[in-house]
């Protein structure tokens, strides 16, 4: 193939998704330190890359101008001729942005669709090796010779967005010699989403024999929840939920001696900056591919029959007991919490 010198990546959402691009994007700057990278992104998601040191434009699309702005974008996109068409989103929208738009090599990830659907339908495991979707992703360059580096996701903060969280922590009554333990305990589905009282048991534990600092962190849908665990948890916790922005939450969990999170987009986001993370995890399981890294983390999970019940997420228990999160006790969470927390 000739020289490659402008590529295109497509990943509209959502945060935990994007994340996971960032690897990928980092081996393509490596490979072609030439190249024009453009990465096209749903708006209220850019801030995740917006000081990627791997991407030289970002075109954002806004939900609100609807097809409308899809046609806008698809037409700016077939003037710019990219060399590579990198579709690592696969859904209408990636897909009618192809048709027509003149890029020498379009290429795209297997998503296992086929595979999927056996296990969490039929539980039947066609899986011959887990291989996590950051992973899968590099199929698409896997011609090019392009392979992951071992060094995991990275989302790149603003320094006055650092100093911004640090005032907020030290506001808040932080004393930055002690350890600081974020709680993210929402998830965008319900049978995502372990029992807030495990969370407050946990964090209580924690500031009791290890003086740890208690921080519960999710977005402005997640206040209520947020503040309900704060007040049962008691003194030294404190919500910032809905208060910061993603580069801001990317800042926070960066001061992290340890996160506990649900399977969301805060737990991939706090390995984005290398941050030891519990993740507690429930209707899904590992096949899936939305595992934490396996550096500096610790997945907690029960063993059912009926894992996993989706792909994504219900707002129910399909078998109305719920088992996979309330058959996780405290005590699991605290004993993996105490490797990190000397």
């Known amino acids: ?143 090019l010779g392009i392979a992951y580096d071992g060094l995991g996701t990275e989302i790149h903060v603003p320094a006055e967005k650092t100093e911004k969280v640090r005032n907020m922590l030290s506001g808040s009554g932080y004393l930055f010699n002690t350890p600081l333990v974020i709680l993210c305990p929402s998830a965008t589905y319900f049978n995502k989403r372990w029992k807030p009282e495990g969370f407050v048991e946990t964090a209580r534990y924690l500031m009791r024999e290890r003086s740890a600092f208690i921080v519960v962190h999710g977005g ?21 939920a809905g208060q910061l922005s993603l580069s801001e939450s990317a800042a926070l969990l960066g001061f992290a001696t340890l996160v506990i999170a649900n399977d969301s987009g805060l737990m991939h986001m706090a390995q984005s900056q290398k941050r030891p993370v519990i993740g507690i995890y429930g209707a899904t399981t590992r096949e899936l591919g939305y595992f934490p890294l396996e550096q500096n983390s610790t997945v907690i999970e029960t063993d059912l029959s009926c894992r996993p019940c989706t792909h994504n997420g219900f707002n129910r228990c399909p078998k109305k007991h719920f088992r996979c999160m309330n058959d996780i006790p405290a005590d699991r969470v605290i004993q993996s919490a105490l490797q990190y927390i000397t």
């Open 220 to 240: 402005r849908e997640d206040i209520v929840l947020c503040d309900q665990i704060v007040t049962a948890i008691g003194q030294l916790a404190v919500s910032l």
């Open 1 to 143: 193939m000739a020289a490659i010198r402008k590529i295109l990546v497509v990943r509209l959402s959502s945060i935990g998704d994007i994340i996971l691009t960032t690897p990928l994007l980092r081996s393509l700057k490596t490979a072609y330190p030439e190249a024009r990278i453009t990465f096209l992104i749903k708006k209220q998601f850019a801030e995740l890359l917006a000081v990627s040191p791997y991407i030289d434009e970002l075109i954002l699309f806004d939900t609100k101008e609807g097809m409308a702005g899809l046609k806008r974008i698809k037409h700016q996109l077939r003037d710019q001729r990219f060399d590579l068409y990198l579709d690592i989103h696969k859904n209408w929208r990636s897909r009618y942005l192809r048709i027509g738009l003149r890029a020498r090599k379009i290429t795209s990830y297997r998503k296992l669709i086929f595979r999927r659907t056996l296990l969490v339908w039929f539980k039947i495991n066609l899986y011959r090796k887990t291989k996590p979707v950051y992973q899968r992703y590099f199929d698409a360059v896997r011609d």
